[in-house]
């Protein structure tokens, strides 16, 4: 750890901006493998006399050509990813900043250079000492979800991908805990997050994606994805077995590169087709459902259906849940730009529409009150003001000042309409030396994130 801490904050800045390969493993003997611990969990569970698991179907190796040997991305890809995908995840209390800030602690933990592999820095390697479950946990997401944004991108070129907590969408319309209103779904399992795959005008389709990471190798990496199989197959949209699915487990180790280990189910469903007369206004505010838990297993002629544990959205409800997902993943963007007060007509009471009304310091909660030009183009969103090494260093984190006005003021179709006109225009440099002078990334979705020594 002694030779990341002499580091001066310039050279940590410039890590967090270089490039460089992260493996991605996905094949027959990755499938092979997860399919014998599965079955080996299942065994246990059998002689402990407890209920065997249902896990997703159908799961197999990602075609070579959507991963090859691995994808490029940068610490701060990363970082950016975990950021966006936790702003609504209520990992810290009452919108802190463990909340919006979490990512930021692993701002030393990663390293790589142009032309190799990425790995834990001496730093990452000290912190996972101590503190293992989290890092690997909350890494796992970040590079899980940077794989499957552009593991879905290349697959539909034409569409955009949001990323949105599953938790989040799925209280829209069921009690997920007995702490929520309603009957209960009364199952632990569920995914960790949905891809919404759509293009203005036409209905998406989605992906649930359960995430985890580990320390421990790839062993425990086979044990993670059964586990993770579980979990995939908590959500049902359209028909039984026909939800696609993507399950990721990260291995991060103290003594060597990372790699990301991926199964997919391609299903045949998940699209959220509906009649036009069905399809709703996405700038009107989301009404919260109250589905009955459990999902319909295929009956035998003449035979009522039965039901197992788990959430299943019928194609009835499928204009709902695209309206569901397109209002919460602009949730996560206000929320990720710090505006408490337009965050809160994108949510249900459910969701936590209450824990962002009345914020208004940002010591405790995040305020939208900040502006950058980065790359050349005007931000707005929020800062943070932290030491790194001793020295102090701002953290901005927003969304392009035209786009971000749409979400303000409710238009959310006219925000996706532009969002998505623009998802291959953003610029792709990882360092802004013009006005900033440190590592930025921008999303598809307008979204940024930015980090540089401070000046007064």
Known sequence: ???????????????????????????????RDVEACAAKDDQKRKEKELEPLRRKQGLGPLPYEEHGDGIQLTPWDVLHALG???ALARRGAGRGLAEHWGCLKYSQALEGTLGTFMALSAEGRDTANYYKALQSDELGVGFALAVAKQVLAKRYPDHSVSIVPADTALRAGFAVTSADAGTSVGYSYRPHYFAEVWK???????????CKGNHSGLSASHGQLASAAVHADAVHIGGWGDTPALIFSTELPVDGPMRIHVLHARGNGGELAH???DARNLDSELDQDNIFPGILLPAEDGESPETVPGFHLAPGHNAWFQHVLARTGAAGLTAFAGDAEATVPYLTDRQGRRRYKGISHAAIGSVQDARQTLLGIPFVGTDHVYRLNRTRVEAFSGVDEDLFKHLAKGRLSRYRSEAHARRTTWPTASWDDEEWGGPVSIHPDGSVLALRAFSA
């Open 1 to 31: 750890m002694e030779e990341d801490i002499s580091k001066n904050v310039t050279e940590v800045l410039q890590q967090l901006a270089q490039p460089s390969n992260v493996a991605v493993h996905s094949g027959p003997k990755l499938l």
């Open 84 to 86: 966006r995908a936790t």
């Open 200 to 210: 203005p005008g036409q209905p998406s389709r989605v992906f649930p994606i359960a």
């Open 275 to 277: 009649p036009a007369e």
